[in-house]
């Protein structure tokens, strides 16, 4: 069974930095490419930052462009997400998410970790 | 960017109805469309990719259709576990959502 389990959330001030994690279980981590997505208290979904199977391509969007790493262990099966110079409008429950193998729609997703920007 | 629209933002409807939501892209997509539905407090579920395939497991009442820039996402006769936020999504060039469709009871 597929699992993505997210960690690393919590309160963090405005100019902070967190570290959000994703173990994964049930299939070939390696092979997989991986996104984050994030969704705003009561908002839409987000799609901030996408990461090859091999860490060859990595891309941003420009809300978090040049403040948010992606990067990943395959040997650790993990995924993460380095946050800095945080923000308000970053406050949001965020996703890690399969990306379908030879697509590009994201086939499972994990339960989210919660992260909130505030003084 | 690729803008998506979806109509309508909230749909009242009863068990067994049929329900149709929509959703354009600001430019034409090909047939890279995505449809999820999001419940209360949980992570999206896909349910259709590639416009019209319908992901394995999810039941047939659910079906896509569309290409370009207008799609459709249709439950054939709405059941309770049905009501939700549904979201369309495009991967012609990278990643956007729509603002979702949340289908509540009438």
């Known amino acids: 069974e597929v699992q993505l389990v997210e960690s690393g959330g919590g309160l963090v001030q405005p100019g902070g930095s967190l570290r959000l994690s994703c173990a994964a279980s049930?299939?070939?981590?390696?092979?997989?490419?991986m996104n984050w997505v994030r969704q705003a208290p009561g908002k839409g979904l987000e799609c901030v930052s996408y990461?090859?199977?091999?860490?060859?391509?990595?891309y941003y969007a420009d809300s978090v462009e040049g403040r948010f790493t992606i990067s990943r262990d395959n040997a650790k099966n993990s995924l993460y997400l380095q946050m800095n110079s945080l923000r308000a409008e970053d406050t949001a429950v965020y996703y890690c998410?399969?990306?379908?193998?030879?697509?590009?729609?994201?086939?499972?997703w994990g339960q989210g970790t919660l992260v909130t920007v505030s003084s | 960017d690729i803008q998506m629209t979806q109509s309508p933002s909230t749909l009242s409807a009863s068990v067994g109805d049929r329900v149709t939501i929509t959703c354009r892209a600001s430019?034409?997509?090909?047939?890279?469309l995505a449809w999820y539905q999001q419940k209360p407090g949980k992570a999206p579920k896909l349910l259709i990719y590639?416009?019209?395939s319908l992901e394995s497991g999810v039941p047939s009442r659910f079906s896509g259709s569309g290409s370009g820039t207008e799609f459709t996402l249709t439950i054939s006769s709405l059941q309770p576990d049905d009501f939700a936020t549904y979201y369309c999504?495009?991967?012609?060039?990278?990643?956007?959502f729509g603002q979702g469709t949340k289908v509540e009871i009438k």
């Open positions: 998410a399969r990306k379908s193998h030879g697509n590009y729609h994201f086939d499972y």
């Open positions: 049930g299939f070939t981590f390696s092979t997989y490419a």
């Open positions: 990461i090859s199977s091999s860490s060859t391509t990595i």
């Open positions: 430019q034409s997509i090909s047939s890279w």
């Open positions: 590639d416009a019209s």
């Open positions: 999504q495009q991967y012609n060039t990278y990643w956007t």
